[in-house]
């Protein structure tokens, strides 16, 4: 068994194995994959699929990437993982170079976690202990956006949409935030100065009672794939300032360039006080998150009551995921990440503006490497996404939402292929 290839047992897998929000009676289909090269993934049964997901924001070099699978295979010889109490390593320490040198400025101070929902517990205790140290004890709680998405453990779910986030369900164990709607001017409309009201007022209330505002800066992912317009994140900068308010800006979807920055808060010109990045950061190898805080947050947090911030995960900075995640870096800088992206955005604009003529389609959009198409009802994921995987494309359907986020390295071809099969999958299952 030690050393050769696994075949998928997929009996197994429908009787044993919970997958992402799944029921375990009505698991649905998965589709077993062997393996993976490039945009391609390949299934047991010898048939390809062009990816149009990179695994949740995550593989935008493509798999199998010849210079990542080096940087893992050179430090899983050397040391593939050490306690980070008492003991550092080169892999994480330049990724915090790295990371202090790509993100805003200000952003000086790393803590490397394990997943993005890690991330964003630690950006909250962060905030926490920062107002508890300068003796704002009452600051306990958070402000959080309505469609907004930070992960599924209990603290990040607890500023997730309350209602797509089931709050009720967990009632009594969640810990109760502050909610403001989601911004509604659009990315490219013209800002109405009114869509910033409720944040103001919610904050000219509460602020004795809130650490931190947390949000995605310009992009709302898995709450509705939702892009607002910069404005509202600059003035949500001043807004917290104005209020003794730290800024968290959750960047693990839209970190490493997906939006067309390299960080979605540089459509605002800001830098937030805690930032979350993941996803992307390892180029799909493995789970990794970091969170960084400016001089500000990190000193103030040191000279508080504990004297060190109350944090500390077993595997906090792998070395084969943090040297997986300089190469990835490193890549994306001379791959030219900028004119990948942009690239992808051009395919994306043209490749599905055609759906926009269907019936059942409520809009379609595109940032940066993002494409979405948003249906009027929730998309039949059992029938549409068997009808993606029998024209060779890989799409994963949520919601109100059929949408694509490519590996960068996708080339015009691929694109074309995966945006036309998209609306043709579409329109047969929406049977126009
Ligand atoms: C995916 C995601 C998370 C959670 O990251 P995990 O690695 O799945 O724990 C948090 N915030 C945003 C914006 C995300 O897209």
């Not at 979350?276 to 990794?288: F, N, Q, S």
């Not at 549409?384 to 949408?403: K, M, S, T």
Request: proline share 5%; with cysteine; hydrophobic share 40%.
């Amino acid at each position: 068994m030690s050393t050769h290839f696994i075949q998928p047992d997929l009996n197994y897998d429908r009787e044993h194995v919970w997958h992402p929000y799944s029921s375990m009676t009505d698991p649905g289909y998965t589709w077993p994959v062997v393996s993976a090269s490039g945009v391609r993934l390949k299934l047991q049964d010898g048939r390809e699929l062009i990816d149009g997901m990179s695994s949740w924001w995550c593989t935008v070099h493509g798999y199998n990437h010849p210079v990542l699978n080096a940087a893992l295979n050179e430090q899983a010889e050397r040391m593939s993982h050490v306690m980070f109490g008492g003991l550092t390593h080169g892999p994480a320490i330049e990724l915090a170079r790295r990371l202090v040198a790509l993100t805003p400025d200000g952003l000086e101070k790393v803590f490397i976690a394990d997943s993005g929902s890690v991330s964003v517990e630690v950006a909250i205790k962060m905030a926490i202990q920062y107002q508890h140290a300068r003796g704002e004890t009452t600051r306990t709680r958070l402000l959080a956006l309505e469609r907004g998405y930070h992960g599924d453990t209990l603290g990040a779910m607890s500023v997730c949409d309350p209602k797509r986030g089931m709050h009720h369900l967990f009632s009594g164990i969640l810990p109760e935030q502050f909610f403001v709607p989601a911004p509604q001017t659009r990315f490219e409309e013209e800002w109405n100065p009114d869509d910033i009201a409720p944040l103001r007022e919610s904050l000219e209330k509460n602020h004795k009672s809130i650490a931190a505002l947390i949000l995605e800066p310009v992009v709302q992912g898995a709450g509705g794939m939702r892009f607002y317009h910069p404005e509202y994140l600059r003035q949500a900068r001043a807004l917290c300032d104005e209020f003794g308010v730290l800024l968290i800006a959750d960047e693990i979807a839209t970190g490493f360039g997906r939006s067309g920055k390299l960080f979605a808060c540089e459509y605002a010109g800001i830098s937030p006080d805690i930032m979350c990045v993941g996803k992307a950061i390892t180029g799909g190898y493995m789970t990794l998150a970091a969170t960084l805080a400016t001089t500000e947050v990190a000193e103030t947090i040191s000279r508080g009551e504990a004297g060190c911030f109350m944090h500390g995960p077993t595997f906090m900075a792998n070395p084969l995921a943090c040297r997986v995640a300089c190469a990835s870096l490193d890549l994306l800088m001379e791959n030219n990440w900028k004119e990948q992206v942009s690239g992808i955005e051009q395919g994306l604009k043209h490749g599905l503006s055609r759906a926009s003529e269907l019936e059942g389609v409520a809009d379609v959009r595109v940032l940066g490497a993002i494409g979405v198409i948003e249906l009027k009802d929730p998309v039949d994921v059992k029938r549409l996404q068997p009808a993606c995987v029998d024209r060779g494309i890989w799409v994963r359907p949520f919601a109100h939402n059929f949408y694509v986020m490519p590996p960068y390295i996708m080339r015009d071809g691929d694109l074309a292929y995966l945006t036309s099969n998209m609306v043709g999958a579409l329109a047969q299952t929406l049977g126009e």
